[in-house]
Structure formats: structure tokens, C-alpha cells
């Protein structure tokens, strides 16, 4: 199955490496399941530790050392690739992600995000960490 991992899930999985997010994501990269990161979830990433955890850069410089040995780390599609699905999503700062799950096909989107879990998306499956662990 070919997944991708939202942000919200890949800072607390980084945060908490015993929680359910971090489980989901060893999950995710462990065979055979194929995982992919798009670059903006990479990159604000960096964004909230700085603002939020700045005395926590270890445990992201950790996860990501981890994280970039263990998935596919593919560009961002431009908002110019955008498609309707994205006008499902309320905040404009997930759409990136949504548009990298498309164009990557992507089977499954593993989130906590409720913008993306109450969207009604068919396709990639939309799912919270603890239901992908379930599967």
C-alpha cells in the first residue's frame, strides 16, 4: 500500500516516538507498504519546531536523518496542478499535501487533521493513525 503521512502525524510521531502516530508511521515505511513525503510537510515541519519546539530540533533532526532513509521524498505539485478535491479541504495549508497524495496515487492519506478526516474524500483513503494500524 502506498502511503502518505501528513505533517501533524510526522511531528508528533518525531515528538513521541512510543505514541500511536509514530507507530503508524513505522508502519508505513516497514514493507509492504511504500511511503511518501511531500517536501512542504519537510518543510513545516522545520517551521513549527522553530516556532514551537525550538528546544526539541534534536528529536526533528533525529526523525528526519530517520525519515529520508525511509521514504520517497517527492516535490510539491504548484497550485497550478491543483484539481476540485482540493476545494474539499477548508484550510489552504493542507492542499499541498492533497495535491502530492494525488499525484503520487497514493492509497492512503494518514492524518489527525479533521479538515482532511471530514472532507469526504474517496480517494487517497483518508485515515487517522490509529485506524491505519488497524488495518
Known amino acids: 500500500m502506498k502511503c502518505i503521512i501528513d505533517t501533524n502525524v510526522l511531528i508528533s510521531a518525531s515528538l513521541f516516538p512510543q505514541s500511536v502516530p509514530a507507530r503508524a508511521f513505522f508502519k508505513a515505511i516497514t514493507i509492504p507498504n511504500t511511503t511518501v513525503i511531500c517536501d512542504y510537510s519537510i518543510e513545516e515541519m522545520h517551521r ?6 525550538k528546544d ?3 528529536a526533528l533532526n533525529t526523525f528526519l536523518t530517520y525519515l529520508l532513509r525511509s521514504a520517497q521524498i517527492i516535490d510539491t505539485p504548484s497550485e497550478e496542478e491543483a484539481t476540485e478535491h ?40 483518508v485515515i487517522t493513525p490509529a485506524a491505519f494500524l488497524n488495518l
Open 86 to 125: 482540493e476545494m474539499a479541504i477548508r484550510d489552504v495549508n493542507d492542499r499541498p499535501v492533497l495535491r502530492a497524495a494525488l499525484k503520487s496515487d497514493a492509497d492512503v492519506l494518514i492524518t489527525g487533521d479533521r479538515d482532511f478526516l471530514e472532507s469526504g474524500i474517496k480517494r487517497p483513503h
Open 48 to 53: 513549527v519546531f522553530n516556532k514551537k519546539f
Open 56 to 58: 526539541k530540533l534534536y
